[in-house]
């Protein structure tokens, strides 16, 4: 059997089980291009494929239209939707996110509950887990610590049975495929981010509406940015958003907040877009 035809036999398992599902490459990436050019916002509202992570789906027709438009895909993605998360736990480069892991379990006394587990071939894994009804867990790498990525609502872990370069994705021998389990307590606020910070309005300066729509126009400069100006739009539309931040007319988390996400929305990863933001905010470039 083919790399594609056992990705889509798995693909079609994990369907079956109410998982949404959508091909991937050897990189671990949808396989399916964009019908759209760089810095489009559709999320698969116009009804085309080749929207990654949207394009998951749970019928078995579906998965295998998707499939016969990625003949080169050798394995498939879960999307975490509705109550999935995934700790993607890296164990490569000197870094162990298992004892991370361990060690924030010991720090804010909770257990790591026995999961469905999946065992990547750089010697890491990922735990699938649930969160509560309605509780929306941001994507972020590093913000548990070194070696663990939460992939949250919009994002993706890579299900058993798909290859990748360094070898094939599969189920841990000891656990096998069981119900997702909860997340404990503590481990959910860890990955959830910080309540914003209220901060008292100036009263001899009121915050007008122009300030909203400011922000909105920087966020739409960040959305449009072509490929290889997105960093230096970044800079230059938080630096502005930082002077109504300063006159009291915005607040620092919604300024964080909006163009962070817009930032990882066109290709930047989160850890790099904060790091502009606040380098903007503090008024120094970034360097390349």
Known sequence: MSNHDNALDNALRAAALGYAVAPTTINKTPAIPSPHEKGHSCRGECGQPGHGVYDATTNAADVRRLFALAPKAVGYLIACRGRLVGLDIDRKNGVDGCATLDQLAREHGFEIPQTTTICTPSGGFHLWLTVPEGVTVPNSVGRLGPGIDIRGTGGYVIGPGSTGRAGEYTFHPKVGYVDPQPVPEQ??????????????????????????????????????????????????????????????????????????????????????????????????????
């Open 187 to 288: 481990l959910l606020k860890l990955m959830l981010p910080p309540a914003p910070v209220v901060r008292p309005q100036r009263r001899s300066v009121p915050a007008p509406d122009t300030a909203g729509r400011a922000l909105d126009g920087l966020v739409n400069v960040v959305l449009s940015s072509p490929q290889g100006t997105r960093n230096d739009r970044l800079f230059w539309a938080a630096a502005k958003a930082w002077a109504h931040v300063r006159d009291g007319h915005l607040a620092a988390s919604e300024v964080e907040g909006a163009l962070v996400s817009a930032a990882t929305q066109i290709g930047l990863s989160e850890a790099e877009a904060r790091r502009t933001v606040a380098s903007a905010g503090r008024g120094t470039e970034v360097p390349a």
